[in-house]
């Protein structure tokens, strides 16, 4: 059943951008980018709307509240494409930083530059980083909320990964505050591939972290911010294995 579900699933996602694509093209000939970012949304909420009916999976968010309307940093966990779209719902004007290669898919890339997304080149080192902050700043002069999944590439629920400076360089720029965000969308989502699992995705919204902490601690902060998320939640959560219950 799950693999029917998944096929409807991934034939719907793939009509619905096509078509969307296509219906696009005027708003990219005027290059009007916030109707660029209305679009968008209207895409994710689209498919996240196909994501609950066909695939049975409810979405629930706490802490919303925590979400300001102002310019932020959301710093949120990363184990699925879901956590490409939920973003898009949630706050009033998104702008993700992406990988480079996404602005390259046809139909998508286009739409994905116009409305506002931060493409980076991650093997460009110090010289991604640099325009990273550039283009960054522009959109928190402009009031837009960034999201940033600091692990830089999508993990196992429950998985411990290194956090990459750039949250920290982007957090101390524009003194923003910055906010943690837990999930558990690898549960049903799965990191690679399609099989959807029913059941229910839940994104935890922490308090807002200060964003004048030095580097070591701002880290930690979201480490500590995470595994609080996540035991509030009942989401998976690395364990501290380093004691032996049994010694």
């Not at 290194?162 to 558990?184: R, S, Y």
């Not at 994104?203 to 601690?217: F, M, Q």
């Amino acid at each position: 059943m799950n693999r029917i579900r998944a096929i409807l699933f991934v034939t719907y996602f793939v009509t619905l951008t096509l078509i969307m694509g296509l219906i696009a093209m005027p708003i990219r000939a005027l290059r009007h980018r916030t109707l660029a970012l209305r679009y968008a949304q209207c895409w994710s909420r689209l498919t996240l709307w196909g994501l609950r009916v066909l695939c049975n999976i409810r979405i629930v968010v706490t802490g919303a509240e925590n979400l300001p309307e102002a310019a932020c940093l959301i710093a949120s966990q990363h184990q699925s494409y879901f956590d490409g779209f939920i973003w898009m719902t949630l706050v009033p004007r998104p702008a993700y930083v992406i990988k480079q290669e996404l602005t390259r898919i046809p139909f998508i890339g286009p739409m994905l530059l116009l409305s506002g997304m931060v493409p980076v080149e991650r093997a460009a080192g110090a010289k991604a980083l640099r325009a990273l902050m550039k283009a960054t700043q522009e959109h928190f002069d402009e009031g837009r909320q960034i999201i940033i999944f600091p692990e830089g590439t999508r993990t196992h629920p429950g998985e411990r990964a290194p956090l990459q400076p750039g949250v920290v360089a982007l957090a101390k720029q524009a003194a923003v505050p910055v906010i943690p965000v837990a999930t558990n969308s690898g549960l049903h989502w799965p990191r690679r591939g399609w099989l959807m699992q029913p059941g229910e995705i839940r994104i935890a919204i922490g308090d807002a972290l200060p964003a004048n902490a030095g580097r070591s601690s701002l880290i930690d902060s979201i480490y500590r911010s995470w595994d609080k998320l996540c035991a509030g939640a009942g989401l998976p959560h690395p364990v501290d294995n380093s004691v032996d219950p049994h010694s």
